[in-house]
C-alpha cells in the first residue's frame, strides 16, 4: 500500500481509538475509577494531538485527508464501541486497539523508510513508543 493510503488508515485508527478511549474516560465507574480515568484521558489526549499531525503529514504528500466520522470508520480497522462496557472489559478492548495500532504503525514506518520520508518516519517511531508504553500499561492493570 502506498504510504499516503497507510497513513489514511492511520488517521482513521487513531481517530476512532481516541473516540473510543474518550467514550471510557467519561463512563468508566468501579474500584479502579481514579487510575483508570486517569489512564483513558491521558490516551485519548495524546490521541487527539497525533491526529492532527496525521493529518498534516497525509497533506504533505500533496493528497487529501478523510474528514468524515463515516469515512473514519470506513478505513479503520478499530472498531467503535456504541455500549459502556465493565471496567476490565474497557482495559481489554483499549488493549486489543492498541495492539491494532502498533500493527498500523509497524506499516505506515515500514511505507515511511521506503518513500525515505523520514520526517514522517520520526512521528511513526514516536507514536509506536506511545503506544508501546500504553499496552504495558494497560495489559499491567489487567493482570
Not at 39 to 63: K, M, P, S, W
Not at 72 to 100: G, R, S
Request: negative net charge; contains cysteine; hydrophobic residues 45%.
Amino acid at each position: 500500500m502506498a504510504l499516503a493510503d497507510t497513513l489514511k488508515v492511520l488517521l482513521s485508527n487513531t481517530e476512532v481509538y481516541r473516540i473510543k478511549a474518550q467514550g471510557f474516560h467519561w463512563n468508566i465507574e468501579g474500584d479502579n475509577f481514579v487510575q483508570l480515568h486517569k489512564l483513558f484521558g491521558n490516551i485519548y489526549e495524546d490521541a487527539d494531538e497525533a491526529v492532527d499531525t496525521c493529518a498534516e503529514h497525509i497533506r504533505t504528500l500533496e493528497v487529501y485527508v478523510p474528514g468524515s466520522m463515516a469515512r473514519f470508520l470506513e478505513l479503520a480497522e478499530i472498531k467503535e464501541q456504541p455500549k459502556i462496557p465493565k471496567a476490565m472489559l474497557m482495559v481489554k478492548e483499549l488493549i486489543d486497539d492498541t495492539e491494532t495500532m502498533l500493527k498500523c504503525l509497524d506499516e505506515c514506518f515500514a511505507d515511511a523508510v521506503k518513500d525515505n520520508k523520514q520526517g514522517i518516519a520520526n512521528f511513526i517511531a514516536d507514536r509506536q513508543i506511545a503506544h508501546s508504553k500504553y499496552l504495558w500499561m494497560l495489559k499491567s492493570f489487567a493482570k
